[in-house]
Each structure stands twice: as C-alpha cells, then as structure tokens.
C-alpha cells in the first residue's frame, strides 16, 4: 500500500488525476482517529493530509479562521486560545480538521454551541476526479452557489479530499464546570436537563450522570445551585472535559434519534453514554445486540452507525441510495474514493 503525503491542494489534485488515469483507489486519512467507522474497503493508496496543516488567516475580530484541512486539533486551539476563542470541537487533539469536517462528528455542548456543519463557513475540496472546488464565503452575503461544503461534511471521505475551511470561531467560555453523580438515569439527566437553564451539557451513563456548564461566572454559578436542588452534585476536572466518552465494549454505535424518543433507545440496553436534549446515544453492545440496535433506531425514525467493532451499515432507504449514487457519479465517477 502506497502512503502519499501531499503538500499542497494542487498536489492533492494531481494525485486524483493521476488516480484517475490509472485506476488507482484512493482514501483521504486525517490522523486515523476514526475508531471502525470509516469503511475505508480495499484501497491503493491513502492519501495522508497532515502536512497541509498551515493557517491561512486569522483575524480574532472577526471571528473566523482559515486553516488547511490536515492541521491538528491541538495546534487550532493553541492558536485560537491566543485570540480568547475556540472552535467548539472536543475530538482528541490528534484529529485533524478535515477529519473531524469529514466525519460530521457530534459536538457534546451541541445545547450551546450548535452544529459542526454550521460552523464551516466556505471549503476548498478536490473532487474524486481532480477538481479543485471551492464553496460558501467568509462573509454570508457573498453566497451564491449550492452549499457544496454541507454536502461534504460528513461524506467520509468518499466524495473529495478537503484541503482548507473557514470556520466560524466562539469566544472562550469565561467560566466553566463540570458536575457528576453517581445517580444515574435518564429520567434524572431529563430533570436536570428541564431545570438547569441553557447547560452545554447532560450526559447520562451508566454510571454516572454528568453536568457541562460553561458561561459568565454568575451564568455558571446560578446554574450550579439549580442543578443542586435537584440532586447532589460534585465539582469533576473542568479542563479534562472531552464530552461523553465512549462505552467500553466490542462494538460501539453512535445513535441518533429525536431528543423525546431516547428513553425507548435505551430501554433495556446497560451500556451507554447518552446527549440529553439533542438525541444523541452511544451504545455498547456485542455482536448479538448490534442488529437489535440497528432496528429499533430506525424505528423510531433515527440511525444507528458503527464507530466501534464491525456492525453492518444500515441498509438505505432505495430513493435516498439512489440520490447518494447520483452524488457520487458526479464528484467521482471513476469511483477512485472510498464507496458511500
Ligand atoms: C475517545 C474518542 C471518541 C470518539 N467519538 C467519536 C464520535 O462520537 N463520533 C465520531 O464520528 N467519531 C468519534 N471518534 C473518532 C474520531 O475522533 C473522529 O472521527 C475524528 O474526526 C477523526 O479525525 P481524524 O483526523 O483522525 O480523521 P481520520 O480518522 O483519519 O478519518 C476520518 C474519516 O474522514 C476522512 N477524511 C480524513 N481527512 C479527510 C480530508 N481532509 N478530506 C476528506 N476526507 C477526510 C477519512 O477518509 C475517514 O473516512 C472518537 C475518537 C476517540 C478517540
């Protein structure tokens, strides 16, 4: 297997074409973070992205940065640290950006800080046959154009290989806390969650139910004492936050349905990590479970994927298949990238 370290987005693009012309597959790697998820199949090469890692601009005031898509988590928060901001994603510091972008990863304080996809404001990609592309604009009223960068976020991989972003930048929180019991439960974390007023987090587990506050040092303060009028909760490590770690288990699935409906995800599962309010659970199951999950997240309209062990993708829905096939042919019609 061939490694390729490009330098350069027009390096990236000569490597597709050449791809092209000789029928070579190819993957885009980050920092290979991505547990199993990643159904990379049988490939030729993988092409590496951590030496496009340059910043390319940033400005603090305007609360934007530009960053090439290999550059790490760690090095993007020492840089935005200096400025008071943050770009609000809690991946290892290892990952890079454009794997994180590729991955559509979940953000644990989703409540406060919204979606990833909402945060990458234009993207510079090239597509499976050697296209260099640009979408979106630092500035919203320079959009024309299709959201191409939406559509590549959370593509895997599988349509382009993304060699720059801009993204929309928070400041620092000025305060933040981490609260945990030892009580566990989701009619607890849905108590807290009704109680404490604009939380970056609930998470509740198997074995512990976990607070994130994050705010004005009044803001955190107050919701402190609300969440403590519910249950008794104590300080946990604030900086050591990195969101709902993953169950210990063969096989791990990051489920997805409507906030309302996790009780009747979990029901009977005793392995999990779940994001209140925002319908998010990551279960652990053996190879016997994995299907029964599978089943009953689409039964409450929602998905079940694999980031962990080797569950079978959830079969598509014929016309969304049909779409996903359409996209494909026309960013990579010699299929050079990974499937979807
Ligand atoms: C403790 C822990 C918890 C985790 N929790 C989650 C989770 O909840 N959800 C989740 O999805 N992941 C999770 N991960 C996996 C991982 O952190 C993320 O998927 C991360 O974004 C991977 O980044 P990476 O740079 O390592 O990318 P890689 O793992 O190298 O690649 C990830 C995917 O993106 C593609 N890719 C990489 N770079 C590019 C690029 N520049 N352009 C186009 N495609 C690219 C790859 O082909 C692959 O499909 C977790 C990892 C750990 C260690």
Not at 9 to 25: F, K, L, T, W
Not at 333 to 339: C, D, N, T, Y
Request: glycine share 10%; with cysteine.
């Amino acid at each position: 297997m061939d490694l390729i370290h490009p330098h350069t987005a027009a390096d990236v693009a000569d490597v597709m074409r050449a791809a092209n012309a000789e029928g070579r597959r190819l993957a885009p790697i980050g920092a290979r973070q991505h547990i199993d998820r990643a159904r990379l199949g049988d490939v030729d090469a993988e092409i590496w992205m951590t030496l496009l890692d340059r910043a390319v601009a940033y400005d603090p005031a305007e609360m934007l940065c530009v960053v090439e898509g290999g550059m790490r988590l760690g090095d993007l928060r020492s840089m935005l640290r200096e400025g008071g901001q943050e770009w609000p994603v809690d991946e290892p510091e290892d990952a890079t950006v454009g794997g994180v972008i590729a991955a559509d990863v979940a953000l644990p304080r989703q409540l406060r800080v919204g979606l990833l996809r909402d945060t990458v404001v234009e993207m510079g990609f090239v597509t499976g046959d050697g296209r260099r592309i640009r979408s979106g604009a630092r500035t919203v009223k320079n959009v024309t154009g299709y959201d191409l960068h939406r559509l590549l976020t959370g593509s895997l991989g599988t349509l382009g290989v993304i060699t720059q972003v801009a993204l929309k930048l928070r400041p620092l929180p000025k305060a933040t806390r981490t609260l945990v019991t030892r009580e566990v439960g989701l009619g607890l974390a849905r108590r807290l969650l009704d109680a404490v007023p604009l939380p970056a987090a609930v998470v509740a587990a198997d074995d512990r139910t976990v607070l994130r506050l994050e705010g004005w040092p009044q803001e955190v303060a107050e919701q402190a004492a609300a969440a403590n009028g519910v249950t008794v909760m104590a300080d946990d490590d604030p900086v050591s936050w990195l969101g709902p770690t993953v169950p210990d288990a063969p096989n791990v699935l990051q489920a997805s349905v409507v906030p309302s409906r996790l009780e009747t995800l979990l029901d009977g599962f005793d392995r999990y990590r779940a994001l209140l309010g925002v319908g998010y659970a990551w279960i652990g199951c053996d190879d016997g479970t994995v299907e029964e999950v599978q089943r009953r997240a689409a039964t409450l309209g929602g998905t079940a994927r694999a980031i962990r062990g080797a569950a079978p993708p959830q079969p598509l829905d014929p016309v969304i298949a049909s779409i996903h096939q359409r996209i494909k042919s026309a960013f990579d019609p010699a299929g050079v990238l990974p499937a979807p």
